[in-house]
């Protein structure tokens, strides 16, 4: 059974930074596309940023420039570097692993950008 497991939410100011992780157990790690989505109180889930098993990466429009995903495949762990954040950043934010006709989430975790 494929675990995800989200860590590194917290408070934040705005203007300062987060590392999110999500590292996964029982699966291929490597074979997955990995995504980080977002989902803030009466908004629909967003996808903020994808990388595939080849390593390439998109984002979506409102964290370009500002946010940024990587993977340790040795560590079957992915990442979200999140700088420059907003009070609009504000969100559970929950990692995804995809292949073929498997989907696995994490819990989630929480990130609140407040002064």
């Known amino acids: 059974q494929v675990q995800l497991v989200e860590s590194g939410g917290g408070l934040v100011q705005p203007g300062g930074s987060l590392r999110l992780s999500c590292t996964a157990s029982g699966t291929i790690f490597r074979l997955y596309t990995m995504n980080w989505y977002r989902q803030a109180p009466g908004k629909q889930r967003e996808l903020v940023a994808t990388?595939?098993?080849?390593?390439?990466?998109t984002y979506a429009d409102s964290v370009k420039g500002r946010f940024t995903i990587s993977r340790d495949n040795a560590k079957n762990t992915v990442y979200l570097q999140m700088n420059s954040l907003k009070p609009e950043d504000t969100a559970v934010y929950s990692c995804?692993?995809?292949?073929?006709?498997?989907?696995?989430w994490g819990q989630g975790t929480q990130v609140t950008v407040s002064s």
């Open positions: 990388i595939t098993s080849g390593g390439s990466t």
């Open positions: 995804n692993a995809n292949v073929g006709l498997y989907n696995y």
